[in-house]
């Protein structure tokens, strides 16, 4: 059974750091990109980043650039995504999911239809 488990959200002060944590089991991990998304309330869900686990390179949405950062660790299967100076835009529940990369290196951010696995998400609340 494919499994994705987003977790480590929680509230946070504005300015403050998070780092959320997706544990993936029940498929080759390093057959896949995992990407992170999120939805705010009233919004539309938009990608993040994504990291390709097979090679490691990363790709970020321009506006999230320089305010998350991404990694794996093969070992445990799991994809990171480190979150600093945090904003109360930035409230949502956050998602990973999981897909098959089209190119032959890294990973572009797919669109919903193009994703996997979902896993469910995790809320992270910054209070201003």
């Known amino acids: 059974e494919v499994q994705l488990q987003a977790s480590g959200g929680g509230l946070v002060q504005s300015g403050g750091s998070l780092r959320l944590s997706c544990a993936a089991s029940g498929f080759t991990f390093d057959d896949y990109a995992i990407g992170w998304f999120r939805q705010a309330p009233g919004k539309e869900r938009e990608g993040i980043s994504c990291?390709?686990?097979?090679?490691?390179?990363?790709t970020y949405a321009d506006s999230m650039r320089g305010h998350f950062t991404i990694s794996s660790d093969e070992d445990k299967n799991t994809v990171y995504l480190q979150m600093s100076s945090l904003k109360p835009e930035d409230t949502a529940v956050y998602y990973c999911a999981a897909f098959v990369p089209v190119q032959e290196w890294g990973c572009s951010i797919p669109s919903q239809n193009d994703i996997d696995y979902w896993g469910k998400g995790t809320q992270v609340t910054v209070s201003s």
């Open positions: 990291i390709n686990i097979g090679d490691g390179l990363t």
